[in-house]
């Protein structure tokens, strides 16, 4: 009988584990991935798509094509939970997928719950699909908008300020009438970057008239006002969540091992602390002892270890370790084809930086377009 091995969720590693196996089949695997859509997108090139330089499937890897590479299968859905004893991931559509094995790779949710009124209005980044369909509909109004439309993104780590970047040179280039305004909760912008960088977003949101609430962390929100920490209160027509990564609430209840916040808890094998069979990567994931930021350029050096090791773990043969880098390169882009790097304390900036970018970016897609006849 064949071996099942089941893939939830078609974030930046997954991808790279059907790649693998597509390029060397494992006979007698029967590999599913389920996942809420075809398309998955892939985040480097997101504020790049949302100034109008890629198109959707540019940026977007079709699972479909990539699964039928692997002979593999993809199931339409969402899973909400997990039998562990019985083996098997509970979905939306009322499937019940089994497995010999399991891998997640679900990414994060928005961390807004701990806000009044976000989860009712606003718009979060995340499911990107459903704020690419937003962003459409604002593009679509702004240019007809007789009064200016007061955009509100929350959120001054790398997300929010190329979003904001992005859609504000979106906007000038369709001739919209948009006025912006970023706010943080810190006293500064992408404080996880070297201050070189900081200072030079901080000059490009200046230049571009885009407003900064610093040390305003929002309290709550209703239809239309934000109020912040000082007591203010800023309306906007729309607003965007772009506030972090939280972990999602169903690894938790089925009873895996998480850490403190709700992430998978996986060692050095990316295998789940307390279920020897189920395996994580990406954002959904935390590694014991070796936790790195939540971003993308972690979730794809995680793809081969991680394939590695459900290959492994379908044989039946012992598991590898897999030790991250401790610092990752950072490409932040400012919407208009100029970006910087940042590595540890040290930055650089220019448009070569974009089309360095644009490369790598580039190069990265290419991989997932594979012959699937
Ligand atoms: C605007 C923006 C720009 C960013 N730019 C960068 C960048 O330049 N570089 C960088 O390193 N990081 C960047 N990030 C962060 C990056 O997006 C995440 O860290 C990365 O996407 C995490 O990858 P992942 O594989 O964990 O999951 P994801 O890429 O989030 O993929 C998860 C997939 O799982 C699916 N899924 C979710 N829940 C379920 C479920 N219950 N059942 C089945 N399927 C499910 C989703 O539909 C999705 O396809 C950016 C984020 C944003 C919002």
Redo the contacts with the bound molecule.
């Keep these: 009988m064949s071996r099942r091995l089941l893939l939830?969720?078609?974030?930046?590693?997954?991808v790279e584990v059907i790649r693998r196996f597509a390029l060397a089949p494992e006979p007698d695997a029967a590999i599913t991935l389920?996942?809420?859509?075809r398309l998955?997108?892939y985040?480097?090139m997101?504020?790049g798509h949302v100034a109008g330089h890629y198109s959707h499937d540019e940026c977007h890897i079709d699972l479909d094509r990539l699964c039928r590479a692997a002979g593999s299968t993809r199931v339409e859905?969402?899973?909400?939970g997990l039998d562990l004893d019985n083996r098997y991931a509970r979905c939306r559509n009322d499937d019940a997928l089994p497995f010999d094995v399991l891998s997640i790779?679900?990414?994060?949710v928005p961390a807004t719950t701990t806000i009044p009124g976000a989860d009712r209005h606003g718009i979060a980044?995340?499911?990107?699909?459903d704020f690419l369909q937003q962003w459409d509909r604002i593009l679509a109004t702004v240019t007809k908008a007789k009064s200016a439309l007061r955009i509100a993104i929350v959120g001054t780590g790398?997300?929010g300020v190329?979003?904001v970047l992005a859609m504000h040179h979106r906007i000038r280039e369709v001739r919209g009438n948009a006025r912006f305004t970023l706010i943080g909760d810190s006293a500064a912008i992408l404080t996880q970057h070297p201050s070189r960088l900081q200072r030079r977003f901080m000059g490009l949101l200046n230049a571009r008239g885009i407003e900064l609430r610093l040390d305003s962390a929002v309290q709550s929100v209703d239809a239309g006002t934000l109020l912040l920490r000082d007591g203010e209160r800023l309306a906007a027509d729309e607003i965007f969540w772009?506030t972090g990564?939280a972990a999602?609430s169903?690894p938790a209840s089925s009873g895996l091992s998480v850490d403190s916040r709700g992430f998978i808890a996986v060692n050095a094998k990316l295998q789940s602390l307390s279920h020897s069979r189920v395996f994580a990567?990406?954002?959904?994931a935390s590694m014991f002892g070796a936790a790195r930021p939540?971003?993308?350029?972690?979730?794809?050096r995680q793809g081969p270890p991680l394939a590695r090791n459900l290959r492994r773990a379908l044989r039946g043969e012992p598991l590898l370790d897999y030790r991250p880098q401790r610092r990752?390169l950072?490409?932040?882009s400012s919407g208009n084809r100029y970006a910087m790097a940042s590595y540890g304390p040290l930055a650089w900036g220019g448009t070569w930086v974009w089309r360095w970018k644009d490369r790598i970016d580039r190069s990265f897609m290419r991989r997932y377009c594979m012959d699937d006849g």
Excluded: Q, Y
């Design positions: 939830i969720g078609g974030g930046h590693s997954h389920v996942s809420p859509d998955t997108p985040s480097g997101l504020p859905s969402t899973v909400l790779d679900t990414g994060s980044v995340r499911p990107v699909a790398a997300a190329e979003l772009v990564a999602p169903w990567a990406g954002d959904v939540k971003s993308g350029v972690f979730a794809v990752a950072a490409l932040i």
